[in-house]
């Protein structure tokens, strides 16, 4: 998350997801689902403003592993509020009953994180946003037009959904950052952040 880290003294100009303005950010923020016994949701990055929330769940290269979605039964056993009837109930049911529609990206991770951040900040305008890399040339890759097009229908299954979902690329995003009506020192930190991770991988 060294992405991040110089706005910790500048969160004046952290823009993530549309949103800005933030007043506190936060990592690894721990958001319980108010399950009996489970495990809380843990977001890499929490930005809080009088707009609303964004939380972010990063992914560097953990999403080229192939994964499988599990859920304990207290999930559907234990949330009996308002998110029972949401979009991401539905998403849930959707993957226990075929758990091979998604091979790349964590739909379990991000489901539960749905779960939480609903649950801490019910009247809050709520955004999750998974932010994560890929190469230069990641159209000439397999893996990564795999993981594109699995965002791209996960997106389709969340719609709607509270927390709304949203997903972007950090070359994306630093793209936003580097914008000129930016802060000079952000605009040298994106190009920094793109000229160490924004690479080719070749082959393909």
């Not at 207290?74 to 998403?91: K, L, T």
């Amino acid at each position: 998350m060294n992405a991040f880290a110089r706005f910790k003294d500048n969160l004046a100009h952290l823009s993530l997801a549309g949103g800005s303005d933030f007043e506190t950010v936060s990592f690894e923020f721990r958001c319980p689902t108010g399950l009996r016994g489970g495990r809380p949701a843990y977001l890499d990055l929490l930005a809080q403003g009088p707009a609303g929330i964004v939380a972010v769940e990063s992914k560097c290269t953990e999403h080229l592993a192939p994964k499988v979605p599990s859920f304990s039964p207290a999930y559907a056993e234990q949330i009996r509020d308002e998110r029972r009837a949401g979009v991401w109930f539905r998403a849930m049911e959707t993957m226990l009953e075929r758990p091979d529609s998604f091979a790349l990206l964590d739909v379990a991770q991000l489901i539960k994180h749905a779960f939480g951040l609903a649950r801490c900040f019910a009247a809050r305008p709520t955004t999750l946003l998974y932010l994560y890399w890929e190469p230069l040339d990641a159209d000439r890759h397999p893996v990564f037009r795999q993981h594109r097009c699995e965002i791209e229908r996960f997106s389709d299954l969340a719609a709607g959904g509270f927390p709304a979902f949203r997903a972007q690329t950090y070359g994306e995003l630093w793209g936003v950052w580097q914008q000129t009506a930016r802060p000079r020192w952000l605009r040298d930190h994106a190009a920094n952040l793109q000229a160490r991770y924004a690479v080719s991988l070749g082959g393909g």
